[in-house]
């Protein structure tokens, strides 16, 4: 997982579930572009059929750190209008060649009519890419992400307010470094969860960094009582295939650096990973965007999957997270 900000190439992880089968019914061609609307409710009554075929071939979850941010806002948008762009047509070509059925995209710049992903699809991805089939996802999913949103104190303590890393989640602009979810299987919009509110304060606890200077909390009260635990947003997406459904739940956790001895990247990166290990134990505390309750139902079935910057050897997380 990378540690650095303007690092250019992508890393592609593919999550093989075996179980899932396809009974012949044909996936539905119509262009869905599933944007989570405010107000939107989770439907209690919506069942979850749990049927597979062992003799289908499997369904292929990934999630691919494609890099395609841009310094200022637009940008990405007015780089994918041609299709000319160097780097997306080898993200593009990477998919064309492994062809993931549900796809989660990191660091996907977010737009508010998701015009950019769009223009990826049409220019990119349904276009031949060094000889490659090319693919069509007619199922997309996006939403605002924290990063690049203010949040109104020094966060850093560098004594300068409205940088990036006094935003919510490290940003230039509002949504850099988003993401996006792509699927050949319908999306259940009405059940989609996010979690991009969700204060760190309120998951028992948190692991809250140390200012090694005073032995006191890092982050003042007036902080901690705004301070968002998703350093993107955390989101619950239940696919349907073939009557069943999967919950792809996806995030993209801050890296564990950028900061100092205080480690504030460090810890917030293990809560935010710790958030999916309490969500499928269906702990009690959390709650969504829409304000309910809980987490996941028990016996439902799930992947989880995203860039957590995370490893048990290498690297500057910490342990036990999940």
């Known amino acids: 997982m990378s540690n650095k900000r303007n690092f250019v190439a992508g890393y592609f992880f593919l999550l093989v579930v075996g179980m899932i089968g396809c009974d012949g019914t044909p996936v539905g061609t119509d262009r869905n572009i599933d944007r989570q609307s405010?107000?939107?409710?989770l439907s209690d009554g919506d069942s979850e059929t749990m049927a597979f075929s062992s003799d289908r071939p499997p369904i292929r979850f990934a999630t691919f750190n494609a890099s395609l941010y841009r310094e200022k806002s637009g940008d990405l948008m007015?780089?994918?209008?041609?299709?000319?762009s160097v780097q997306p047509r080898l993200v593009a070509e990477t998919i064309q060649r492994v062809r993931p059925e549900v796809l989660l995209l990191n660091e996907f710049d977010f737009d508010e009519r998701?015009?950019?992903?769009?223009?990826?699809?049409?220019?990119?991805?349904q276009q031949s890419q060094n000889r490659q089939l090319p693919i069509e996802y007619p199922y997309v999913f996006f939403a605002p992400s924290n990063t690049g949103i203010d949040s109104g104190f020094d966060l850093n303590r560098d004594g300068t307010l409205a940088t990036a890393d006094d935003a919510f989640g490290f940003g230039r602009h509002p949504g850099q470094y988003g993401m996006v979810v792509l699927s050949k299987y319908p999306i259940r919009r009405n059940?989609?969860?996010?979690?991009?509110?969700?204060?760190?304060?309120?998951?028992?606890g948190a692991l809250w960094p140390i200012d090694p200077e005073t032995d006191d909390s890092y982050y003042s009260p007036e902080i901690k009582k705004v301070f968002r635990?998703?350093?993107?947003?955390?989101?619950?997406?239940?696919?349907?295939?073939?009557?069943?459904v999967v919950h792809f739940l996806v995030s993209h956790p801050t890296p564990p650096v950028f900061d100092g001895p205080e480690d504030r990247n460090g810890c917030r990166n293990h809560d935010e990973i710790r958030f999916?290990?309490?969500?499928?134990?269906?702990?009690?505390?959390?709650?969504?965007?829409?304000?309910k309750q809980?987490?996941?139902?028990?016996?439902?079935m799930f992947v989880?999957?995203?860039?957590?910057?995370?490893?048990?050897?290498?690297?500057?997380s910490r342990n036990a997270a999940a």
């Open 191 to 204: 059940q989609v969860r996010t979690f991009q509110n969700f204060l760190w304060k309120d998951m028992p």
């Open 229 to 244: 635990l998703s350093s993107k947003s955390h989101w619950d997406l239940p696919i349907e295939i073939d009557g069943t």
């Open 294 to 300: 809980g987490g996941l139902p028990e016996g439902a």
């Open 78 to 84: 007015r780089e994918l209008a041609t299709g000319d």
């Open 38 to 41: 405010p107000g939107s409710k």
């Open 276 to 291: 999916w290990a309490d969500y499928i134990s269906a702990a009690d505390y959390i709650y969504d965007d829409q304000g």
């Open 304 to 316: 989880i999957a995203g860039d957590l910057n995370a490893d048990p050897q290498d690297g500057d």
């Open 114 to 125: 998701g015009e950019s992903i769009r223009l990826f699809q049409a220019n990119n991805l």
